[in-house]
């Protein structure tokens, strides 16, 4: 059974920078298409970005491209999201899940997430 669990939020002011983690077990990831998604409150929970376990391949929202950076490191089994010049409406709990398919669906029950908090 696929556990993920994710770390690294934070509060942190306009422009600042956040890495997001998203420690992995339970399942045969190199075979898995992976995703960071987020929730901000009073909205629904948007696709932030994805990537192939095995290769790599990337795919981002538009909201988010230039800024964030999606990557993982195999040998530890686990997923990365780079925040950079993060803006007051990236407020909200970042979440990791297995997508559905190369898509922007998530195919897991969802973890605890991990706050993250930008001020102005």
């Known amino acids: 059974q696929v556990q993920l669990v994710e770390s690294g939020g934070g509060l942190v002011q306009a422009g600042g920078s956040l890495r997001l983690s998203c420690a992995a077990s339970?399942?045969?990831?190199?075979?898995?298409?992976m995703g960071w998604f987020r929730q901000a409150p009073g909205k629904e929970r948007e696709f932030v970005a994805g990537?192939?376990?095995?290769?790599?391949?990337?795919m981002y929202a538009d909201f988010v491209k230039g800024r964030f950076t999606i990557s993982r490191d195999n040998a530890k089994n686990t997923m990365y999201l780079q925040m950079n010049s993060l803006k007051p409406e990236d407020t909200a709990v970042y979440y990791c899940?297995?997508?559905?398919?190369?898509?922007?669906?998530?195919?897991?029950?969802w973890g605890q997430g991990t706050q993250v908090t930008v001020s102005s």
């Open positions: 990537i192939t376990w095995s290769v790599g391949l990337t």
């Open positions: 899940n297995r997508l559905r398919g190369w898509s922007r669906n998530a195919l897991e029950a």
């Open positions: 339970g399942g045969a990831f190199s075979n898995y298409y």
